[in-house]
Nanobody
Framework: QVQLVESGGGLVQPGGSLRLSCAASGSIFYIMGWYRQAPGKQRELVATITRGGNINYADAVKGRFTISRDNAKNTVYLQMNSLKPEDTAVYYC????????WGQGTQVTVSS
């Protein structure tokens, strides 16, 4: 059974950093990524990474967030630096086999 489990969310001050992890199991995932959704807003792309390491970032996070993956551990990471209040959202891990799978999300709150 395919499972995606996010971790690493929490409360951080503006300008701070968090590192999110998504542990995947049950398949080989050719594309993995992160999306986020704030209350009252649509879910939006944060970043994606292929098994070969090709990366795509949303404009809002370029230069601040870094996506990476460890294929041996079947885990994808999101290093978030210079966090802003507008980054507050539930962050969801996404994986494509090509079938899409979603994790349950991890809450990131950026507030002073």
């Amino acid at each position: 059974q395919v499972q995606l489990v996010e971790s690493g969310g929490g409360l951080v001050q503006p300008g701070g950093s968090l590192r999110l992890s998504c542990a995947a199991s049950g398949s080989i995932f050719y594309i993995m990524g992160w999306y986020r959704q704030a209350p009252g807003k649509q879910r939006e792309l944060v970043a994606t990474i292929t098994r070969g390491g090709n990366i795509n970032y949303a404009d809002a996070v370029k230069g601040r967030f870094t996506i990476s993956r460890d294929n041996a551990k079947n885990t994808v990471y999101l290093q978030m630096n210079s966090l802003k209040p507008e980054d507050t959202a539930v962050y969801y891990c996404n994986a494509k086999v090509p079938t899409l799978y979603w994790g349950q999300g991890t809450q990131v709150t950026v507030s002073s």
